[in-house]
């Protein structure tokens, strides 16, 4: 059993919550997620690791409620148990692998949609304590849905906030805004890093390849186990088939079959809506 | 009586049995084990014993089943393995313990397997203690996998009075048992959950939610978690894909995803929440026990459903028996058949796979004759769903985050076969990690092998 040590509200139907599981805090790396399960009658579900911290022993997840296993847990509370949590899963973020004089040479930009701010934050977080500023663009559909944008201003270089009504930031799309910021603004990046909703990393992939920009995206299809042993999670990358729970989740942007990826996460659809509506 | 002749054993209806998830086979009564047991000729040199890879003393348990002491065969069956009710109800007995019986020379074999299984049986009913061990001897083991090989060579370690703690990744313990094992050959809360127990009794201490390799490696536990050895029973939970166009389409699985969904997390039941899609007409590719299983589950969630397999009925790797039980309760076998495509609708969902006819050719190096395929016999199988059964391979998360430990061209660890030593210090292996997929006797009994190794190195220490 695990227990919730800390619950706060970031925006509505988002909340970020701190698990007590030292075994994992202990080993996680930006860019893994965990697996879990809250009762006997559960579910396994992937959440991405938002923070940290070895010392509490905690891991920091943010959930939005968009399934049932999502919106059960927003009801539970400080102090509360979830019966599984267990990670960390999946291949680190491939930059914490080079060499950190060549990472301080690269200009960075990450795009982080909706609820995928959260796995953003400690991949900025990690290269901020190494001496890499990187810059970031958060999307949201509307300013209220817009999380994590103080966090991040700590850690990043430029944090650009946009929103899809104009309500807060830039008014447009993060497309949009990579545009503006190469085009017209003159940035030069040398890496994109984009992790949101699945519709949102095709898109800013085929603006990356027009504009030549190396692309890494965070891929979350179906999962079960989380450990390999099953290849629900199976994605097709420059033509091969790859688990996403172990080779991945991050990926080569330009090379991910995000049709076929989109196709499979709603495989599920009726089942999850018959849940919705009990 | 007639000696030759096995008491037989009740089963539940194949058109009743069809529609649910209950166990198939009901097992003996007292008064029928007894009879059975009577069978038995208490061979002095006996050969039962010597195909048993736990080498349980058969005859010397059989004769307290034919006195009626229950509680007594119990206690000798302990004395070898951990899981007999699992072992009673899985194991291939027709190619191990009851295919030197003498009795099977002239009749029927003694049904050994179902006898260890009454027994077993007999004593959870009867809450027989049987976790008996030696003083704690201050050294600590780890076992990773709390499969039959972990599960094994956790509980022989405590009955020697080592600390033993077992790392599970998943969130129940059990392996194959519990997530690829379905209900109706081995009850998961009666049965299985109960041999897990009678573990924990002996003083192991089972961790789940832990995967090695990712939440901690075998180094941090041999360096920081001061363990004194270390056993890998990770078994091979790799699914394999055929690599054929239109696999990753929605409606295709593979066995370990589908068994897993209604195994581990009860998809067949109402009140949890994974899901499971089985659709009208369902193909499974393959002619295993896993692909037996898989199509048994999916008839009893309400398809129509066709075992796939390349070769004949004659090379099916699976158990007679449980192909005997896929046919009588209407599993459809489309044998000498090889899918090579298989084919979506405009939404990406499974409409059918085209298959090819296969002819048996010549034998090639391991006997068996090659099926190859015969020209212009293409068809199309109208299925909606396809479920992958094409075997498994150990996992590369344990070898590929260990310092020094040495693996062979198929991907599973190097390990002795007798002593189940690596290539690495400490550090033993065993079960489906080193041999790739096979059974859970076979698991067990590397489990002991390494148990017992283990052993012997730290006392020497």
């Known amino acids: 059993m695990f227990k919730i040590v800390e619950k706060r509200q970031l925006a509505p139907q988002i ?19 965990v697996i879990i399960r809250l009762d006997e009658e559960g579910e396994r579900i992937p959440l991405t690791i938002c923070d940290y911290d070895i010392e509490k022993g905690t891991v920091t997840i943010v959930i939005q409620a968009i399934g049932c296993s999502t919106r059960k847990l927003m009801d539970y509370e400080k ?10 899963l999946g291949q680190a973020s491939e930059f914490i692998h080079e060499e950190i004089e060549e990472l301080k040479k690269k200009n960075i930009l990450f795009v982080a949609g909706g609820v995928g701010t959260a796995p953003v934050y400690p991949q900025v977080k990690w290269l901020n304590k190494h001496g890499v500023k990187a810059d970031v663009i958060i999307g949201a559909r509307t300013k209220e849905l817009l999380i994590l944008e103080e966090e991040m201003k700590e850690v990043a270089g430029n944090v650009y906030p946009a929103t899809d009504d104009g309500t807060y930031g830039f008014n447009g799309r993060v497309t949009d805004l990579i545009l503006d910021l190469v085009n017209k603004q003159g940035k030069k990046y040398d890496l994109v890093v984009a992790i949101g909703p699945m519709i949102m990393m095709k898109f800013v992939c085929k603006v990356t390849e027009e504009l030549g920009i190396k692309t890494i995206v965070s891929l979350n299809p179906i999962m079960v186990d989380g450990t390999g042993m099953c290849g629900a999670c199976r994605v097709t990358v420059g033509g091969k088939t790859y ?31 018959e849940c919705m509506n009990k | 009586m007639d000696r030759m002749k096995r008491i037989p054993i009740k089963e539940q209806a194949p058109e009743v049995r069809a529609k649910n998830f209950e166990e198939v086979c009901l097992g003996y009564t007292e008064e029928e084990a007894v009879k059975e047991a009577s069978r038995c000729l208490n061979c002095k040199n006996p050969q039962c014993v010597t195909k048993c890879p736990v080498s349980i003393d058969i005859p010397g348990f059989i004769q307290h089943v034919k006195n009626r002491e229950f509680e007594e065969a119990a206690k000798v069956i302990a004395k070898y393995s951990s899981l007999p009710a699992v072992c009673g109800r899985v194991c291939p007995q027709e190619v191990q313990c009851e295919s030197k019986c003498v009795l099977g020379i002239k009749g029927e074999p003694v049904a050994i397997g179902k006898l260890e299984r009454f027994v077993a049986d007999w004593s959870r009913e009867h809450n027989v203690n049987l976790s008996e061990t030696k003083p704690k001897n201050g050294k600590r083991v780890a076992v990773i996998g709390s499969g039959p090989a972990g599960l094994t060579c956790a509980g022989d370690l405590a009955k020697e009075g080592y600390d033993v703690t077992i790392f599970e990744a998943l969130h129940k313990a059990g392996g194959v048992l519990v997530y690829g094992i379905p209900e109706f050959r081995l009850p998961k809360d009666t049965v299985v959950k109960h041999e897990i127990e009678n573990v924990k009794k002996l003083g192991v201490k089972i961790e789940t939610n832990v995967i090695i390799g990712r939440t901690i490696t075998v180094d941090q536990l041999l360096q920081e978690e001061n363990f004194d050895a270390v056993f890998i029973g990770s078994g091979a939970g790799l699914p394999k894909f055929m690599g054929i166009p239109g696999e990753n389409l929605n409606g295709v699985f593979s066995a370990n995803e589908f068994l897993t969904r209604n195994n581990l997390m009860k998809a067949f039941k109402e009140e949890y929440a994974t899901p499971i899609k089985v659709g009208k007409k369902v193909a499974v590719v393959g002619g295993g026990n896993v692909a037996m299983d898989a199509a048994r589950t999916a008839l009893r969630l309400g398809a129509e459903v066709h075992i796939v397999y390349r070769r004949s009925e004659a090379e099916l790797p699976a158990r007679v028996e449980e192909v005997h039980h896929a046919k009588e309760e209407g599993v459809i076998f489309d044998l000498l058949t090889n899918p090579v495509e298989i084919i979506g609708d405009e939404n990406g969902w499974v409409k059918g796979m085209k298959c090819v006819k296969m002819e048996l050719g010549e034998a090639d190096e391991s006997g068996r004759r090659r099926p190859v395929a015969i020209e212009g016999s293409e068809f199309i199988l109208d299925v909606d769903t396809v479920i992958m059964s094409l075997g498994t391979s150990p996992n590369p998360l344990i070898y590929t985050t260990t310092e020094g430990l040495k693996i062979n061209n198929r991907k599973c660890i190097l390990a002795d076969e007798e002593t189940a030593v690596t290539s690495k210090e400490r550090v033993y292996a065993g079960g489906d990690a080193v041999t790739g997929a096979a059974t ?9 092998k390494a148990a017992k190794a283990i052993d012997e190195m730290l006392k020497n220490k």
């Open chain 1, 15 to 33: 909340f970020l919550m701190d698990i007590e599981a030292p075994r994992v805090a202990k080993s996680a790396k930006p860019g893994q997620f």
């Open chain 1, 243 to 273: 688990f996403a729970c172990v080779d991945g989740p991050e990926f080569d942007g330009h090379k991910v079959d995000f049709d076929e990826a989109m196709r499979r996460s709603a495989m599920y659809k009726k089942e999850e809506q």
């Open chain 1, 79 to 88: 102090g509360d148990f979830i019966y599984d949590f267990v990670g960390p």
């Open chain 2, 440 to 448: 859970v006797i076979l698991a067990m009994g590397a489990g002991k």
